[in-house]
């Protein structure tokens, strides 16, 4: 005779006892299952369940902190991508960068140190995947990305005024180019891998580098 209790499927424990975890805990759960879950099946392909299942925790566990599957993706992507400050860059008061190109240096670190991290390139990676399955979703994210970033370098760049190391004529298109070179080599990463990038990092950021510093010199008094 079969046993029939060994043919039960086993519950996942994690279902049938839930921990109790503060309410931003338990959101930074949801969303690295809500980032596991989108990367691996990406938008269409990922519903509350399968993401409820992944935290541990039932749909309405996530109901209880969102109200859509699109406010979970909008929430992933903005904790992702967007500093919860809003500032990309900054420079502190005890920076000691005080020549041109000290500033920029601190620039481009920060810059190439966000832009290199695997989840900001998984995310980068998964809108790009997106944008034609969910073309208002992907061109909302990148209207949100550009502008930020181009808040961010602004507020960057006028403390570098303010010390007498840039150009006070610094246009909006200098702010809106700024991370141009770093964002086309996530790109060419993103697409033909690190292996095959057809320039290596370090000669992209020292070319970026004599770029922004050719457009922010000061003119010469």
């Excluded at 805990?25 to 990922?46: D, M, W």
């Excluded at 509350?48 to 699109?70: M, N, P, T, V």
């Amino acid at each position: 005779m079969t046993d029939t209790h060994e043919n039960k499927p086993q519950k996942n424990e994690t279902t049938t006892k839930r921990r109790y975890l503060p309410s931003a805990e338990r959101k930074r759960e949801i969303l690295k299952a809500a980032f596991e879950e989108f990367s691996h099946r990406g938008y269409l392909g990922t519903s509350l369940e399968r993401i409820a299942a992944k935290a541990g925790i039932s749909k309405s566990g996530i109901y209880a902190h969102y109200s859509s599957k699109d406010d979970v993706f909008e929430d992933m992507l903005h904790s992702t991508l967007l500093p919860p400050d809003g500032n990309t860059f900054e420079l502190s008061d005890t920076s000691d960068a005080d020549t041109l190109s000290c500033i920029v240096d601190e620039y481009l670190n920060q810059l190439y140190e966000r832009l290199s991290s695997p989840d900001v390139q998984a995310m980068f990676r998964l809108l790009m995947t997106e944008s034609g399955r969910v073309p208002d979703l992907a061109h909302y994210w990148g209207k949100q990305l550009l502008d930020q970033n181009h808040t961010a370098n602004q507020a960057f760049f006028k403390l570098g005024i303010e010390r007498g190391l840039i150009r006070p004529d610094v246009s909006a298109s200098d702010y809106t180019l700024a991370a141009s070179p770093s964002l086309m080599w996530l790109m060419v990463l993103l697409v033909l891998g690190p292996q095959n990038s057809p320039v290596p990092l370090e000669e992209v950021r020292l070319l970026h580098k004599r770029l922004l510093i050719e457009r922010l010199q000061p003119a010469p008094v």
